[in-house]
């Protein structure tokens, strides 16, 4: 218990030098990976289980093997929609795979989750892809946008 306490107030020591407040902290943290296509991929394998366990009146849904297939799909896209949130690095193998997954859902649970659950997780593992870090980014602008906004050493002395 001490320990806890101690290493929280460590912790809150280390925070409070920076300035920043928690809500602040938390949107740093979110823009530096892909948040938005991770959690929209997972709320898409959510949308899935539950739609894998409906009945409709008397009809149950589904039997046997097919079964298993309605548990193992949400739980890969919920645990893809995860790691693309913790390992950003790995973003465009997580995201392909999402999507595999995301468009057999189709086939395999309930004509993917009735479209709702397959676009979910569709739209995330396309935002997932598409995403790209601010540092990364800011170096694949052209060249022309770079100089007019921002001059570097190499760019001081020409003339524009």
């Given amino acids: 218990m001490l320990l806890n306490a101690a290493t929280a107030?460590?912790?809150?020591?280390?925070?409070?030098?920076?300035g920043l407040t928690r809500r602040e902290r938390f949107r740093r943290w979110r823009r530096s990976r892909p948040f938005v296509g991770g959690l929209l991929t997972a709320l898409g394998g959510v949308e899935l289980f539950f739609s894998g366990q409906l009945d409709i009146g008397k009809i149950h849904?589904?039997?046997?093997?097919?079964?298993?297939?309605?548990?193992?799909?949400?739980?890969?896209?919920?645990?893809?929609?995860?790691?693309?949130?913790?390992?950003?690095?790995?973003?465009?193998?997580y995201g392909v795979i999402a999507l595999a997954v995301a468009v057999y859902s189709l086939v395999g649970v309930n004509l993917g989750g009735f479209f709702v659950g397959m676009l979910l997780a569709s739209v995330g593992g396309v935002l997932t892809v598409a995403w790209m870090p601010k540092d990364r980014a800011a170096k694949d602008r052209p060249a022309k946008d770079r100089t007019a906004k921002d001059p570097t050493p190499e760019t001081e002395g020409v003339e524009r």
């Fill in 9 to 18: 107030g460590a912790a809150g020591a280390a925070h409070a030098g920076d």
């Fill in 61 to 93: 849904v589904q039997l046997g093997i097919e079964g298993l297939q309605a548990t193992i799909i949400p739980i890969v896209l919920v645990l893809l929609g995860i790691l693309v949130i913790a390992m950003p690095a790995h973003r465009v193998f």
